[in-house]
């Protein structure tokens, strides 16, 4: 038996994967938590085989963070990232060590199967990118890297000034790449541009990585 646990903090999709896996009598679902710190304890025995981590979970607790730990103390517990979120920095950080694979939700439950069959068998099995979505009148894929950082910086709370600072690069330099988006993307200001990209969740700053207690 494949022992799993499912960590997503929105019930309707927690039972969703609960009974798509009851389907299938490899799997054993042996927990089902809203937070994924809270799965860290379960994973701590030894015994899980499989974590389907959302990426946000319960009190903005990130999955990613707590998948990290779970990989490095529970070495045959492979780590599945599914998660509605297109920042492309939240790719990153999975590929990086937070998830064995990652499952974008709007990519259909058959893939889903697909991609957990094979990094149970040991693959890492990521997109080569984010979603491209709709930001208005663009696309999040002309949105170039540079301008993906100052909008990141800037969606904080960052000043003009402190992100020419931070990212060595004049403070007109920040503003004319925040009016080109604004631009690109029909936007009516610099309010509508943040509001959009944070409600599409192109950029995610609430996600907590703390250590759990």
Known sequence: ??????????????????????????????????????????????????????????????????????????????????????????????????????????????????????TLAGEHIFPDSAPNIELKEMFSADVTPRQLAILRRFVTGMTYDEIAKEMKITRDGVRWNIEQLIQKGGFENKHELMATVLCNKYIVTSLMEAETE
């Not at 710190?37 to 015994?47: L, N, T």
Request: glycine share 6%; charged share 25%; with cysteine.
């Open 1 to 118: 038996m494949i022992n799993t646990i499912i960590v997503e903090d929105d019930r309707i999709i927690q039972n969703y994967l609960s009974n798509m896996l009851a389907t299938d009598s490899r799997f054993r679902i042996v927990g089902r938590y809203a937070d994924a710190f809270d799965a860290e304890g379960a994973c701590s025995e030894g015994s899980i085989d499989l974590v389907l981590m959302d990426v946000q979970t319960s009190h903005n607790h990130s999955g990613l963070a707590a998948g990290e730990r779970i990989r490095k103390t529970c070495k045959r517990t492979k780590v599945v990232a599914v998660t509605s979120l297109v920042d492309p920095e939240v790719l990153a950080k999975a590929r990086s060590g937070g998830a064995d694979s990652l499952w974008y939700k709007d990519h259909g439950i058959d893939e889903l199967m697909s991609v957990i069959e094979r």
